[in-house]
């Protein structure tokens, strides 16, 4: 069974940073596409920003410039990078890993902007 385990969320001031971790014991871990997802109070779940197993990433508008994706295969852990935060990144955040043809998700860790 895959485990993902997401860690770093927190309470942070607008303008904050944080920086979210993902780890997995999953062998191959370098195979698979990665992703982070957010929900908020209250609404879907979105995409924030994908990763592949070569390292092409994608990331929501709203983060572009101000998030960053990245992976360490040898730790078998994903990252997300979040500065400049904002109000309206409040939410839960999840790891996602695509193997094959199924998605696998952490159990989320909650990001908190405020003032």
């Known amino acids: 069974q895959v485990q993902l385990v997401e860690s770093g969320g927190g309470l942070v001031q607008p303008g904050g940073s944080l920086r979210l971790s993902c780890a997995t014991s999953?062998?191959?871990?370098?195979?698979?596409?990665m992703g982070w997802y957010r929900q908020a109070p209250g609404k879907q779940r979105e995409l924030v920003a994908t990763?592949?197993?070569?390292?092409?990433?994608v990331y929501k508008d709203s983060v572009k410039g101000r998030f960053t994706i990245s992976r360490d295969n040898a730790k078998n852990t994903l990252y997300l990078q979040m500065n400049s935060l904002k109000l309206e990144d409040t939410a839960v955040y999840y790891c996602?890993?695509?193997?094959?043809?199924?998605?696998?998700w952490g159990q989320g860790t909650q990001v908190t902007v405020s003032s």
């Open positions: 996602k890993m695509r193997k094959g043809e199924n998605d696998y």
């Open positions: 999953e062998t191959f871990f370098n195979f698979y596409a």
């Open positions: 990763i592949t197993w070569g390292g092409s990433t």
